[in-house]
């Protein structure tokens, strides 16, 4: 089911934080498994932000959010108002692209668990499904799988979080590539807490490992918009791995993806 909740500058509580969704347009769209759609819809009013039910499928959250923040780029647009099939689309990548995601058996965490035994117990009698909630106010001190919908994911928007430290959890990726040389992203996702404001941006303390030996990279955030962020062009020649550590100026940090671009 798509929702989209249009711009009115006559309604309160109108900050991108506000959770409060008003549907102004509602489709429903049945998507048989192994089959892809493109949707188009025209709006006399500039919607401003768009939900997607998943309804019973395996997606992951059940309600992927995306917000509207402008048209500038699009406004010339030939006008597509249809529902339409197109050749399934297997996979977001293109040629030469290699991504390991969280989700993806190239990932791995490293920690050291320091709980006291009654903690352990109530935990083993709560065990119910893998994501937890993102606990801003109070970090896991453990790695912990969450979902959102700006998080990167072929079917499932997952990735890890914990509480910074002084770089004694470890978050690694890595991938089987062909000889050559590549560039590398690390993704970053900025979530919005809502009234949560914490000063504190995070920066990501990672190590790409390549044929040269290793380059060690801070990545701070405050400047940098979420998505692919680049670390730096590489030669691979076998098993290349990135590594992430939880130091960090912030309050806690996310585990995602890792992309490498063949540079042909």
Same mark, same amino acid.
């Given at each position: 089911?798509?929702?989209?909740?249009?711009?009115?500058?006559?309604?309160?509580?109108?900050?991108?934080?506000?959770?409060?969704?008003?549907?102004?347009?509602?489709?429903?769209?049945?998507?048989? %498994?192994?089959?892809?759609?493109?949707?188009?819809?025209?709006?006399?009013?500039?919607?401003?932000?768009?939900?997607?039910?998943?309804?019973?499928?395996?997606?992951?959250?059940?309600?992927?959010?995306?917000?509207?923040?402008?048209?500038?780029?699009?406004?010339?647009?030939?006008?597509?108002?249809?529902?339409?099939?197109?050749?399934?689309?297997?996979?977001?990548?293109?040629?030469?692209?290699?991504?390991?995601?969280?989700?993806?058996?190239?990932?791995?965490?490293?920690?050291?668990?320091?709980?006291?035994?009654?903690?352990?117990?109530?935990?083993?009698?709560?065990?119910?499904?893998?994501?937890?909630?993102?606990?801003?106010?109070?970090?896991?001190?453990?790695?912990?799988?969450?979902?959102?919908?700006?998080?990167?994911?072929?079917?499932?928007?997952?990735?890890?979080?914990?509480? %910074? #430290?002084?770089?004694?959890?470890?978050? &690694?990726?890595?991938?089987?590539?062909?000889? #050559?040389?590549?560039?590398?992203?690390?993704?970053?996702?900025?979530?919005?807490?809502?009234?949560?404001?914490?000063?504190?941006?995070?920066?990501?303390?990672?190590?790409?490992?390549?044929?040269?030996?290793?380059?060690?990279?801070?990545?701070? &955030?405050?400047?940098?918009?979420? #998505?692919?962020?680049?670390?730096?062009?590489?030669?691979?020649?076998?098993?290349?791995?990135?590594?992430?550590?939880?130091?960090?100026?912030?309050?806690?940090?996310?585990?995602?993806?890792?992309?490498?671009?063949?540079?042909?």
């Amino acid at each position: 089911t798509v929702n989209i909740e249009e711009t009115n500058p006559n309604r309160k509580n109108e900050g991108w934080w506000d959770d409060n969704f008003n549907t102004d347009f509602s489709r429903s769209l049945y998507i048989p %498994a192994q089959s892809s759609y493109e949707a188009g819809f025209v709006f006399a009013v500039q919607p401003r932000r768009m939900s997607i039910e998943t309804h019973i499928s395996k997606n992951l959250p059940n309600n992927i959010s995306y917000d509207f923040p402008g048209f500038d780029e699009i406004r010339n647009v030939p006008v597509f108002n249809t529902v339409s099939k197109v050749p399934f689309m297997t996979s977001q990548l293109t040629e030469g692209e290699y991504v390991v995601d969280n989700e993806d058996k190239g990932f791995s965490i490293q920690q050291v668990t320091n709980q006291a035994f009654l903690k352990s117990l109530i935990k083993r009698k709560n065990v119910g499904s893998k994501y937890a909630y993102v606990r801003y106010w109070d970090p896991d001190r453990e790695w912990k799988a969450v979902l959102n919908s700006d998080f990167y994911g072929q079917s499932i928007r997952s990735a890890y979080y914990t509480r %910074a #430290g002084d770089g004694e959890r470890k978050a &690694t990726w890595k991938a089987k590539l062909p000889v #050559g040389f590549y560039e590398v992203y690390f993704y970053i996702n900025k979530i919005n807490f809502g009234w949560y404001r914490n000063k504190k941006a995070s920066d990501y303390n990672l190590v790409v490992y390549h044929d040269g030996g290793q380059e060690k990279i801070n990545l701070p &955030t405050e400047n940098i918009d979420k #998505g692919w962020s680049y670390l730096g062009t590489f030669t691979f020649s076998d098993t290349a791995r990135v590594e992430l550590s939880n130091k960090s100026k912030g309050d806690m940090i996310f585990a995602d993806a890792v992309k490498w671009v063949k540079v042909k």
